[in-house]
């Protein structure tokens, strides 16, 4: 199975070229979601927008654990990589494995059994808790399913193969799409048609791409054949994925918190705020997979000690996301009411307006989540997570605390939650650069590893 050794070659292609599949997948993934949006809108109604919506802030943050384990697990794997370090992989892979899979099994439980008081947290409006919770019941049998596809994905992507993730990700989103529309437009099965076209092509990625890996990569074949658990590669494997995990969970709870809020202005708000957030991920999550690439990168590096192609890593890294987040802002600018009209009927005025005044709230500000994006990357791979969850902390307690006080003002409304996100990001970002500018040397020279 191909291997991609990131500590050699020209930086600039060899971060892009990485980074390349990781975003198509990334796009692959938000078409789906975008037509899974628009069959929920435009064939079962509003309310289902706003019930599918509030379902996906819900999912995001119970799998970020996940999603920071495998993340942390990633940098690691890519470390052991850059230093040719066969055996400390090998470690690693059966403790990442085995905390995977622990924590997928006690979310999955635990989501089933408290789903209605959740619910109740949520401020879901009473007139699409029925259809939230058919919707959820279904959804939370795929979390397996997620834990299985990232962890072998964050393991290939150590190790420079961005391809195979990709291809397993488009048969899943192809077969997601159709099933969407047999589920929910053919055959009228609501929310609960979603859900099971969601898990379905869930499966299908997380055990395509896990038979794949067992059967072209004899090395792991004989990791799992003599399958050992070491405290100190758990501990090592602990150090890089907690704060990795808190992170994500920070994040995606003070998501999950201004989903609330947004919930408590009813139906036609939940439902212009589920399409901006489809419309935003679209615009701006190439360049979340960039940073995935960008960390990638840079722990192969570190782990070879090329403290040269790390700081040439980072320059590139900021002048290619500028200049990508520039080019989407002017489009989602001048293209904002086409966009929000793909999933509301033109009709619905006072949705379609909100979710225009959304884009043009954040949309102009993508640089500030772009940059973000990359330190969370950087201080990941060069092991300093606890700088990403006080970026995090930052840049989501500026959100929810604005959001919460500036909604609270008659004169500003629902306007106040959409000028905090973008607020949150240029704080975050400050204090990122600061903390990099000061403190080069010693995070990257000095960083033994």
Not at 84 to 101: H, M, V
Not at 186 to 199: D, F, K
Not at 338 to 362: K, Q, S
Not at 368 to 392: D, E, M
């Amino acid at each position: 199975m191909e291997r991609k050794d990131l500590t050699a070659g020209p930086v600039f292609s060899t971060m892009c070229l990485f980074a390349l599949p990781m975003i198509l997948g990334n796009l692959l993934q938000q078409c789906y979601n975008i037509v899974d949006t628009w069959v929920v809108g435009r064939y079962i109604g509003p309310g289902a927008l706003a019930a599918v919506g509030s379902a996906f802030a819900l999912m995001t943050f119970l799998t970020s654990v996940l999603l920071g384990l495998c993340m942390g697990s990633g940098v690691v794997f890519s470390i052991c990589f850059g230093s040719q370090d066969e055996e400390r992989l090998e470690r690693g892979i059966c403790s990442a494995f085995l905390l995977a899979f622990a924590i997928a099994a006690a979310l999955t439980a635990g989501s089933l059994l408290l789903v209605d008081p959740v619910i109740r947290w949520m401020n879901i409006p009473l007139e699409i808790v029925d259809i939230t919770r058919d919707y959820l019941l279904l959804v939370f049998w795929g979390i397996p399913a997620i834990a299985l596809y990232n962890f072998f994905a964050s393991y290939l992507k150590a190790l420079g193969n961005s391809v195979v993730p990709l291809v397993f990700l488009g048969v899943a989103t192809v077969v997601n799409i159709v099933l969407d529309i047999v589920l929910v437009a053919v055959y009228p099965l609501g929310t609960a048609g979603a859900a099971a076209a969601t898990i379905t092509a869930q499966y299908l990625s997380g055990l395509g791409i896990g038979i794949y890996t067992f059967v072209k990569d004899p090395g792991l074949r004989r990791t799992f054949r003599h399958f050992r658990i070491q405290k100190s590669s758990l501990e090592e494997i602990t150090s890089y994925s907690l704060l990795t995990c808190m992170q994500q969970s920070v994040m995606n709870l003070g998501i999950l918190m201004v989903q609330g809020l947004v919930n408590s202005f009813g139906t036609a708000v939940m439902a212009a705020f589920a399409a901006g957030v489809k419309i935003d991920a679209f615009a701006y999550m190439p360049v979340q997979e960039y940073g995935n690439a960008f960390s990638t990168f840079i722990a192969q590096n570190m782990g070879a000690k090329r403290a040269d192609r790390v700081t040439q890593g980072v320059c590139c890294g900021v002048i290619t996301v500028v200049g990508y987040c520039i080019l989407i802002s002017m489009v989602l600018w001048f293209l904002a009411k086409p966009l929000i009209v793909i999933f509301i009927d033109p009709g619905e005025t006072a949705i379609v307006g909100e979710g225009i005044r959304y884009l043009h709230t954040v949309g102009p500000f993508y640089c500030g989540i772009g940059c973000l994006f990359l330190l969370y990357g950087l201080y990941r791979a060069i092991g300093k997570p606890a700088i990403s969850v006080v970026l995090t902390v930052i840049s989501l307690g500026t959100r929810v605390a604005l959001s919460y006080t500036l909604s609270s003002v008659p004169e500003i409304g629902v306007a106040g939650i959409w000028w905090s996100i973008p607020i949150g990001w240029a704080l975050a970002d400050l204090v990122g650069f600061l903390c990099y500018r000061r403190n080069k040397e010693k995070l990257i020279g000095g960083t033994g590893v």
